[in-house]
């Protein structure tokens, strides 16, 4: 799947409480298979503070 199919982007939101969020997200288009039509699945995660231990 090459770029044109895929979507990618990262957003900040404010809650109704003021709290600011980070927000990942990708799309990518799925082709149709023997079972299904194409469709286009999003996902969206809230970004967290990465912390390595070592």
Same mark, same amino acid.
């Given at each position: 799947m090459?770029? *044109?199919?895929?979507m990618?982007? *990262?957003?900040? #939101? @404010? $809650?109704?409480d003021? *709290? ?6 990708? %799309? %990518?288009?799925?082709s /149709? @298979? $023997? @079972? ?6 999003t996902?969206i #995660?809230? /970004?967290?503070?990465f #912390? %390595?231990?070592?």
């Amino acid at each position: 799947m090459g770029p *044109k199919y895929e979507m990618q982007g *990262k957003w900040e #939101v @404010t $809650d109704r409480d003021g *709290k600011l969020h980070q927000l990942l997200s990708n %799309a %990518a288009y799925l082709s /149709a @298979t $023997d @079972t299904s039509g194409s469709c286009k699945m999003t996902f969206i #995660v809230e /970004a967290g503070v990465f #912390v %390595a231990y070592g």
